[in-house]
């Protein structure tokens, strides 16, 4: 494979990472605060499509399974992300 391809590959793995954190953040508000299907859905549909780039070109290969185990765990922080705010944002949260 062509090293430019790679670098999109690397680039498209780095973006589902930076989605998939999102998605579960998303995903914990759906559950929790009954937030609008509409606005997981949109990180939903951005992290598969930039995972099925990834494994266009050239299927599982160490690229593409790199890039499912870090998105996997990237949703897993986003999740924890939100079920856990940081001291700050509960102290904002109170204020209002």
């Not at 605060?33 to 290969?61: H, M, N, S, Y």
């Not at 160490?62 to 499912?68: D, E, M, N, R, T």
């Not at 924890?80 to 949260?93: G, N, V």
Request: hydrophobic share 60%; aromatic share 12%.
């Amino acid at each position: 494979m062509a090293y430019p391809l790679v670098a999109l590959r690397i680039l498209l793995g780095a973006l589902a990472l930076f989605f998939g954190y999102f998605l579960g953040r998303a995903a914990t508000r759906l559950r929790v605060q009954e937030q609008p299907f509409a606005k997981a859905i949109t990180w939903v549909l951005r992290t598969v499509v930039c995972l099925l780039g990834v494994l266009w070109g050239r299927g599982f290969d160490v690229i593409s399974i790199a890039a499912l185990i870090l998105t996997a765990a990237a949703i897993a922080a986003g999740v924890y992300a939100e079920l856990h705010p940081r001291r700050a944002e509960q102290i904002h949260l109170f204020k209002e």
